[in-house]
């Protein structure tokens, strides 16, 4: 049984599943759709095209499903989906996609806090957390169980690593890797977030892995290329150095160094 409080308006077309609660003063759009058991609890606005999965929980004053602030943007179809088990604190913003058929994404299980924010074209993996003002320019990449600290930036373009940690305050202008720590202003790399790989289970044999890899990039007198290939020559065996390894290689703004 959908839920819908009578003060809010939620347009005919719009798809909502059983279970979906509607709190007090709330707005929907034309072509939206909400998953079962998805909860509204008041003052929020979703506007489509914007697919939002099961098991969400949208807070105040959040605004879901807007077009892109890009300037480039001039009202094509673009999109936005949402995966389940997420939770959007006060006044998160989420917005569509920029060129025609272009999608924003954000996975599954997801800890948005208050005045979150994810910019046009982002696509960001499951089990994120982003504090207070964690926010995201267009086009940038978040990979599954990363933290983002609050009152901090991330530039357009940029990607932030599996299991890595932006601190608070931290301004990122290129990628971070993956299972590291970066902090600061401009931000550099403080060393393997070996709390948090402990806490997801990796290995004592992983952690020592990259913390070896940490040393390669970051306290050796090696360039990036260098200490990857000594890092794939004698730490190649965890998945974890894979993992780092791919994403270097793959970088197109660098890595922080």
């Known amino acids: ?10 347009d005919p077309s719009a798809v909502l599943h059983d279970g979906v609660e509607v709190g007090p003063f709330c707005h929907i759009g034309p072509q939206v759709e909400i998953g079962s058991g998805t909860r509204l609890i008041s003052h929020v606005s979703i506007a489509g095209p914007t697919k939002i999965g099961e098991g969400n929980l949208f807070y105040s004053y959040g605004s879901i499903g807007q077009r892109s602030q890009d300037l480039k943007y001039t009202a094509e179809p673009t999109y936005l989906e949402i995966g389940n088990q997420n939770t959007f604190r006060e006044f998160c913003t989420v917005n569509r996609g920029t060129l025609p058929g272009t999608k924003t994404i954000v996975g599954s299980h997801g800890n948005f806090l208050a005045y979150s924010h994810i ?9 994120v957390i982003f504090s207070n003002n964690g926010t995201l320019a267009g086009h940038v990449v978040v990979e599954e169980h990363a933290i983002i600290g609050g009152l901090s930036g991330i530039h357009q373009f940029c990607r932030i ?8 305050c931290t301004k990122i202008v290129q990628d971070v890797p993956p299972y590291m720590i970066a902090d600061g202003n401009p931000a550099e790399v403080r060393g393997v977030n070996q709390v948090g790989l402990e806490r997801r289970g990796f290995s004592p044999e992983d952690t020592r892995a990259l913390r070896e890899a940490y040393r390669l990039l970051y306290r050796s007198n090696m360039n990036v290329k260098q200490a990857c290939e000594k890092i794939a020559a004698e730490h190649s065996g965890p998945e974890s150095i894979a993992r780092l390894l791919e994403f270097i290689e793959a970088s197109q703004r660098g890595i922080i160094r």
């Open 161 to 168: 690593g599996r299991h890595a940690i932006v601190g608070g």
């Open 119 to 127: 910019a046009h074209d982002c696509v960001v993996g499951d089990h």
């Open 1 to 10: 049984m959908t839920l819908i409080h009578p003060s809010s308006v939620v």
